[in-house]
Each structure stands twice: as structure tokens, then as C-alpha cells.
């Protein structure tokens, strides 16, 4: 967007869209971690600990309403806003880092995958991993469950993965089958009739070592101008 936008203009607009989304985060009790440009990554289950269930819907509600709220903003320069959102649920290490202007970050595979699982997302969906699928199978209650398949992942190979939908009162997730057990087991995890274990998050802050569960939610913005005969679409 910066290539195609004053870098002005790329500002106000960010600054609008994540004022909305820290509002979200507040509300869904979901930790802010970072934005980078038209980057945002938040996480449920750190830095205070919560159940990995638990964890998983804060998360997809944080999710969901970001993409409501972006439907519905149409920013003070007139542009309509479109997102990708990825999730994935796992292990991070968390920590506080550097001397001056000391920031909380987490690392690890998780974030990576969160991160592919956004970027192989589509245009305001919600894009989700197996193990994310697995904690929300069963405390799902509003939400529809849509498997995707196997999609080939960058630095992964194929996944398993999902979309998630608000469900309407007709929709139902309870007889959503597991991938088959003709496919061969992952490197981070069974699939077929073995289940899925909630995995724990060592996180790291100096002098203090805790476990967490949690899930990451990251997200990319493209934005086009309302205009009467066209659309302008930036990537």
C-alpha cells in the first residue's frame, strides 16, 4: 500500500482501523503484541494464563469482530478496507527484550504458521490450523466450522486446515469430520483418529518462568478507493 498511498494517508488509515482493533482486544481479553505496517498480531492465553479451549474463542471472536468492524469502516480518506486473517494454537516462548524501549514478543513455530495461515487466507476470512480446529470442535457455540483441506504451506508442506464462520442458527459443526486417516501424520501432530493434545507455551519474562496455552491471530490489510466507477485495489 505504502507504493501506492502517501505515506500520510497510509498512517491515518492504520491508525483508525487499530484503534478499533485495540478496542476489540480489550473487550475479548486478547493481548496486542505487535503491528508491524499493515501487519497486526495479537494472542489469547498470554500474558496472563487461560484454559487452551478458552484461549482458542477469545482469540476467533477477536477475529470475527475484526472483520465486521472492517466491514463496516469506510476511513476519513475514503477508502473500504479489506483483511486475511490466519490463527494457529501452540507453543511460543515469550519474552521482554532489549535495554531501551524494552517490548514483550513472542517467538517461536506458532507465530510462523499464524503467520502462513494468514498469508494463505483469503480477502475477510478467517483462516485456522488443525490444532486451532481441535480446541474449537467442542466449545464452539455461534461459530461454523468449514473444513478446507489440504493446503500446501510454505516451509511446512501440506496442512490440514479450516475456515470459521459466525454460524447461522441452521449451521451445525458437530458431525465435522477429522481429516481422514488415510493421510499420513504431520510433523506437529496425528491426524485420523488420534487426537490432538493441547500443547503448553513456556514463556519467558526475565526472572520469571511460567506455562501458558495459547492460540495467535495475525492479519494483513489491503484497502481499495470508493469511487463511483471503479475500484482500485493495493496489495
Given at each position: 500500500m505504502v507504493g501506492e498511498m502517501p505515506a500520510m494517508q497510509v498512517v491515518n488509515m492504520l491508525n483508525e482501523l487499530y484503534s478499533l482493533y485495540d478496542q476489540l482486544a480489550e473487550v475479548h481479553s486478547v493481548y496486542k503484541v505487535e503491528t508491524i505496517g499493515?501487519?497486526?498480531?495479537?494472542?489469547?492465553?498470554?500474558?496472563?494464563?487461560?484454559?487452551?479451549?478458552?484461549?482458542?474463542?477469545?482469540?476467533?471472536?477477536?477475529?470475527?469482530?475484526?472483520?465486521?468492524?472492517?466491514?463496516?469502516?469506510?476511513?476519513v480518506d475514503g477508502l473500504k478496507l479489506q483483511i486475511r486473517i490466519g490463527v494457529h494454537s501452540g507453543p511460543v516462548v515469550a519474552a521482554v527484550i532489549g535495554v531501551k524501549m524494552p517490548h514483550y514478543c513472542l517467538f517461536g513455530d506458532t507465530v510462523n504458521v499464524a503467520s502462513r495461515m494468514e498469508s494463505n487466507s483469503e480477502p475477510m476470512r478467517t483462516h485456522i490450523s488443525l490444532p486451532t480446529f481441535e480446541l474449537l470442535k467442542n466449545s464452539s457455540e455461534g461459530l461454523m466450522l468449514e473444513e478446507r483441506g489440504l493446503v500446501e504451506i510454505k516451509g511446512k508442506g501440506e496442512m490440514f486446515?479450516?475456515?470459521?464462520?459466525?454460524?447461522?442458527?441452521?449451521?451445525?459443526?458437530?458431525?465435522?469430520?477429522?481429516?481422514?486417516?488415510?493421510?499420513?501424520?504431520?510433523?506437529?501432530?496425528?491426524?485420523?483418529?488420534?487426537?490432538w493434545k493441547p500443547l503448553t507455551v513456556e514463556s519467558f519474562i526475565p526472572g520469571n518462568i511460567e506455562d501458558y496455552p495459547m492460540s495467535v491471530v495475525q492479519t494483513r490489510i489491503r484497502s481499495h478507493e470508493i469511487n463511483k466507477k471503479r475500484n482500485l485495489f493495493f496489495d
Amino acid at each position: 500500500m505504502v507504493g501506492e498511498m502517501p505515506a500520510m494517508q497510509v498512517v491515518n488509515m492504520l491508525n483508525e482501523l487499530y484503534s478499533l482493533y485495540d478496542q476489540l482486544a480489550e473487550v475479548h481479553s486478547v493481548y496486542k503484541v505487535e503491528t508491524i505496517g499493515d501487519a497486526f498480531m495479537c494472542a489469547g492465553g498470554v500474558p496472563d494464563q487461560m484454559d487452551p479451549e478458552e484461549s482458542a474463542n477469545h482469540v476467533i471472536s477477536m477475529a470475527l469482530g475484526m472483520i465486521q468492524k472492517t466491514e463496516e469502516l469506510i476511513t476519513v480518506d475514503g477508502l473500504k478496507l479489506q483483511i486475511r486473517i490466519g490463527v494457529h494454537s501452540g507453543p511460543v516462548v515469550a519474552a521482554v527484550i532489549g535495554v531501551k524501549m524494552p517490548h514483550y514478543c513472542l517467538f517461536g513455530d506458532t507465530v510462523n504458521v499464524a503467520s502462513r495461515m494468514e498469508s494463505n487466507s483469503e480477502p475477510m476470512r478467517t483462516h485456522i490450523s488443525l490444532p486451532t480446529f481441535e480446541l474449537l470442535k467442542n466449545s464452539s457455540e455461534g461459530l461454523m466450522l468449514e473444513e478446507r483441506g489440504l493446503v500446501e504451506i510454505k516451509g511446512k508442506g501440506e496442512m490440514f486446515t479450516y475456515w470459521v464462520t459466525q454460524a447461522t442458527e441452521s449451521d451445525s459443526t458437530k458431525d465435522l469430520p477429522l481429516p481422514g486417516a488415510h493421510l499420513p501424520p504431520t510433523r506437529d501432530h496425528e491426524v485420523g483418529d488420534v487426537a490432538w493434545k493441547p500443547l503448553t507455551v513456556e514463556s519467558f519474562i526475565p526472572g520469571n518462568i511460567e506455562d501458558y496455552p495459547m492460540s495467535v491471530v495475525q492479519t494483513r490489510i489491503r484497502s481499495h478507493e470508493i469511487n463511483k466507477k471503479r475500484n482500485l485495489f493495493f496489495d
